[in-house]
């Protein structure tokens, strides 16, 4: 008990009045006490010696990079805190009569920040880039220690801490001026500030440099000319960040913060975990109540720490913020874009419920679900107008380049009803949360859940929105149709245990044996002996499971049921079984290709020999430019590859590279594994492709167990049998896997910090960006300035894939070959004109393409449009003609037989390399119609064509099939791009061929 009480003791000073240690008090002592007077010194609050805080000022800026730019910063603000001073009453003497009341109160909200500039040299202040406050890495504390003591933070005061907190900041009044085109030039600068900003990753200690520099400018001319708009404007224009926002009227801290226990993560409002006692405030520990042995025990862990601020002012700062984003609010901004509404109800007008064996699978629309969800208890929901559905996802990833102990999470919502092409531009994604870096990953998702819960609640009933098709809000419902993550993620949104346990799948009651301690075996591909799971089993159990009063029954619970408690299944609609889908990026590319290849390495199936020819067959592969290469030290970097590495690496470079290297029977296994990948991967796919690749994953498992034994087969294997039924579900694997929320994360990554409560600096830069996405722009020089915004087509045009699909495989009629929807031409392009020859050749092309139409050979037009690239459903295609584009010029399509000769039957794809392209004009029904073509010289076929198996063919490389009709072909037809490498096969060279898919716009 002594040393208990000799840890917590802690003495003040008299003359600071700060609490400090026994050792730091007489380390104090000796600095600021004058022995020969026996006094102390005056020195007022003293900064902590242990703790380095960076100042922090709201008005002026908000986050900074580096120490450098700190400095340089401060420099700049002293330098320019006077002369703004002076600036400003020489411009007074020039209007004496608008000045002064129009002044005064415009610089009332900056008066604290020249005042601060001005009064302390520029060593001493250090701007800070955000007005956060804390420093993530010093948030840890254990109790009797140093780190308990309050921190001291220099140049912060309380109107900081509040806007961190949500509480009230000083109201701010922003006088305009009375000449109007002021107002409006000065609301276009903030806009175009903003937008810069956001668009180009700016900092902004940056743009207030900028703003500062174009103030004295305007200044300057605004005392040697005699404008009247001019002078105005510089009275009136923004010298810092906060006045741009406050002119434009931004919030950025539009989003709600709780204070997150760094325990057992319950959420708390900042006024719940404080209180005050003797007329002191004083935080409160955590509350959170579990049952240990039948008693219940509380957590107690600390949820803020004290800081001191500017006049010795105490103040408690959360250790952990967790930043909630409004569902409501953030649908409401995204309906309020012009055409957004109309462009989630575009899926009716392709939308088939017809389940028949014809029918192909393009998008999520194509599933089961998406039917099911036609209507629900009897009343309609998709089928009826203004009901969405959306898709979540939880992802963490690391901010910090240099750091891999420091891990946040983000919760994304994406609107299932807008079109493929553009449902995950990051413009039209919720950011729902941000989850603080924690010292481990949290073990439930449910206190982070449940704000969203509520609001989803809410939206299932329906609420009114306001949106751009009416200036009255209408009726919307949502409902949460699809949970896609990584399997740790999936299985704490769902209420599901981990892959580790005994029943570790979300979709079958399979038993994998292994107890504590040991390997757990998950062999075993008799899928008929696997009891499915189902929605009303699995709530059942996890509402039981909630009920259980003692830490054992819970465990012993969870482990017969292998489930947990979720928030999520509050949502009467939700089917965790269901919904929570097989991530095919995590389980194909970063699960099974990552792990057989490790199982490679350690077990000696390859070499370092190996590895050496591995690593010059992946130089000799030769692809375009925008698919990207697998780093060619693959002994050292495969442990670092990316999730599109690994796709890569299977799809196009494996059966090449490992072709002689890797034992046969090994091959061919790992042969059946690509060939399933290839077909899951297509952008389009039939019931026959779902049912090929469900069975070629089946006998890779089979085989894979045989060769490496059971307890080399992974969770992820298992999970590939449930594949189908994700498939079947939600259509192709493109339509819902993980790569788009990849890519999010290094959006994330662009984002200016310093490094401190990240989580808000994050929220406020979305909060920003989101902002200038949905402003609308002035119509005062609207013509004159909006060129400069660069603003994109958010929504864009419509991509009918079902119909490209179509057009490259099936057969000739039926087909619409004049719809060229998804095909892009450039702006540059050179006339030239056939000769008879020519058009007798595209004329016979014109009868195969239309075999129910005549054609008259005067119809056909002399003079084509030649174009060295096009794109088609947004993927670039080049040719001979344009150098540049010469490895995107190889292209694959059903055209051709193996005499050369077109075949409107065959669907035997074929290797070509294009020529040029070009637009052609012909009458159809007296109507000119224009169409685009390609001239492509195909390869022809070797004997040894299948040498490398099924994935890699091989062509002869420098010889080509003759002339003729099959020279053309309409770019519709065109199925894919190839990569490929030369090599000698006997005395021949020849190319090995392997197919690009497609890549959709996501």
């Known amino acids: 008990m002594a040393s208990v009480e000799r840890k917590q003791k802690s003495i003040t000073c008299e003359v600071c009045h700060v609490a400090y240690s026994s050792r730091s008090y007489w380390r104090h002592r000796r600095e600021y006490f004058n022995h020969s007077s026996n ?32 400095g340089a910063e401060a420099a700049l603000k002293w330098r320019f805190g006077n002369i703004e001073e002076i600036m400003r009453k020489k411009l007074q003497k020039h209007l004496p009569s608008q000045i002064p009341d129009v002044l005064m109160d415009h610089d009332i909200s900056k008066s604290k920040d020249l005042e601060e500039t001005c009064d302390r040299p520029p060593d001493l202040y250090v701007d800070t880039e955000e007005t956060t406050c804390t420093n993530s890495t010093a948030t840890e504390s254990s109790s009797g220690s140093e780190d308990d003591l309050p921190e001291t933070w220099e140049g912060v005061d309380e109107n900081d801490i509040l806007a961190d907190l949500n509480g009230p900041l000083a109201p701010v009044t922003v006088r305009k001026s009375k000449v109007p085109v002021v107002n409006c030039l000065l609301h276009w600068l903030v806009l175009f500030t903003l937008f810069w900003q956001a668009s180009c990753h700016i900092s902004d200690n940056a743009v207030q440099w900028l703003l500062r520099f174009l ?36 919030d950025r801290d539009d989003f709600d913060k709780y204070i997150v226990c760094p325990k057992c993560t319950k959420l708390y409002r900042y006024d719940d975990c404080v209180h005050v006692v003797n007329g002191l405030e004083r935080a409160k520990l955590c509350s959170s109540t579990k049952y240990k042995r039948g008693r219940p025990v509380k957590c107690n862990e600390p949820l803020l720490k004290e800081v001191i601020l500017n006049g010795g002012r105490r103040k408690f700062y959360p250790l952990k913020i967790f930043c909630a984003n409004s569902i409501i609010n953030s649908l409401e901004k995204l309906l309020m874009r012009d055409g957004f509404p109309d462009a989630c109800e575009e899926w009716r007008s392709s939308y088939n419920s017809e389940q028949s064996d014809e029918k192909l699978y393009s998008d999520i629309y194509d599933g089961k679900v998406w039917q099911d969800f036609q209507s629900v208890g009897g009343k309609k929901f998709l089928a009826d107008e203004r009901n969405y559905a959306l898709q979540i996802n939880v992802d963490w990833f690391q901010p910090f380049k240099n750091r891999n102990d420091h891990s946040i999470g983000v919760i994304y919502f994406v609107i299932l009803n807008l079109p493929r092409h553009v449902r995950y531009k990051f413009e039209n994604v919720i950011i729902a949360g941000i989850i603080p870096a924690l010292k481990r990953e949290p073990s439930s998702l449910n206190f982070f859940m449940e704000p969203f819960v509520d609001e989803l609640k809410s939206l299932w009933k329906g609420m009114r929105l306001q949106c751009s098709l009416s200036r009255v809000p209408l009726l919307f419902r949502v409902a949460v149709l699809c949970v896609v993550a990584d399997m740790p993620a999936s299985r704490k949104i769902g209420g599901f245990k981990s892959h580790a346990a005994n029943f570790g799948c979300s979709r079958c009651f399979k038993f994998f044996p292994g107890g504590f301690g040991e390997k757990k075996d998950y062999s075993g591909f008799d899928r008929e002996n696997w009891p499915p ?223 401190r409560s990240i989580e808000i600096q994050f929220m406020r830069k979305l909060t920003v960006l989101r902002f200038t996405e949905n402003s609308k722009l002035p119509d005062q020089f609207i013509e004159e300035f909006s060129p400069f915004f660069q603003i994109q087509n958010i929504l864009g045009a419509s991509l009918d894939l079902s119909q490209l699909y179509l057009s490259t495989t099936h057969c000739f009629d039926g087909v619409d070959w004049s719809n060229a929807c998804l095909v892009t031409i450039p702006s540059v392009y050179k006339e030239a004109s056939f000769d ?91 109507t000119p119609t224009r169409h685009y073509f390609a001239c492509v010289s195909w390869y022809k076929h070797h004997a040894e064509r299948y040498q490398f198996g099924q994935v890699a063919e091989t062509w002869y490389a420098k010889r080509f099939e003759r002339g003729g009709p099959s020279r053309f072909i309409p770019v519709q037809r065109i199925h894919c791009r190839f990569a490929a490498a030369e090599m000698k096969v006997g005395s021949d060279t020849c190319l090995i061929v392997n197919h690009v898919h497609r890549r959709v716009s996501v």
């Open 215 to 250: 103030f004295q400018f305007l200044n300057i001319i605004g005392l040697n000319t005699n404008s009247e708009i001019l002078t105005e404007l510089a009275i009136f224009f923004p010298t810092s960040m906060y006045m741009v926002r406050q002119i434009i009227g931004l």
């Open 533 to 755: 799971r189902t929605k009303e089993r699995h709530n059942t159990y996890a509402k039981h499971l909630n009920q259980s009063k003692t830490q054992a029954e819970f465990r012993k619970r969870s482990q017969k049921y292998g489930t947990y408690y979720s928030s999520m299944i509050e949502l009467e609609y939700f089917d965790a079984v269901r919904f929570c889908v097989v991530d095919p990026m995590h389980n194909l590319f970063l699960g099974t290709a990552k792990n057989v290849f490790k199982l490679w390495m350690s077990s000696n199936i390859l070499t370092k020999q190996n590895l050496q020819m591995i690593e010059d067959r992946l130089v000799q592969m030769n692809v375009s430019t925008d698919i990207g290469r697998v780093p060619s030290k693959i002994s050292s970097n495969y442990g670092t590859y990316s999730a599109d590495e690994w796709k890569h690496w299977t799809l196009i470079f494996s059966m090449y590279a490992l072709h002689d290297i890797l034992p046969n029977e090994h091959l061919r296994c790992w042969e059946k594994f690509v060939l399933a990948c290839r077909t899951l991967c297509n952008p389009v796919m039939t019931k026959t492709d779902i049912l090929k690749a469900d069975t070629l994953l089946l006998n890779f498992c089979r085989q894979f167990q045989r060769l490496y034994g059971r307890y080399a087969v992974k969770p992820n294997m298992h999970m590939h049998c449930h594949l189908k039924e994700c498939l079947q579900d939600y259509g192709p694997i493109s339509a819902f896997w993980c790569f788009p929320f990849e890519r999010y994360n290094g959006v994330f990554g662009h984002f200016t910090t310093n490094k």
């Open 39 to 70: 006094a102390w010194i005056d020195h007022g609050v003293q900064r902590r010696p242990a703790k380095t805080v960076a100042t922090v000022d709201r008005h002026q800026s908000d986050t900074s990079e580096s120490s450098d730019e700190e």
């Open 836 to 926: 008879l020859d020519d058009r007798a050749v595209l004329f016979d092309v014109y009868q195969l393409m239309y075999p129910s139409k005549n054609f008259q050979f005067d119809g056909l037009g002399q003079v084509i449009r030649r174009y060295g690239s096009i794109h088609i459903a947004g993927e670039r295609y080049g040719s001979k003609l344009e150098c540049r584009t010469l490895r995107s010029a190889r292209i694959i399509a059903s055209w051709v037989n193996n005499d050369g000769v077109i075949d409107s039957e065959t669907r035997n794809l074929r290797p070509g390399k294009v020529d040029y392209y070009f637009s052609h004009v012909v009458n159809i029904n007296e």
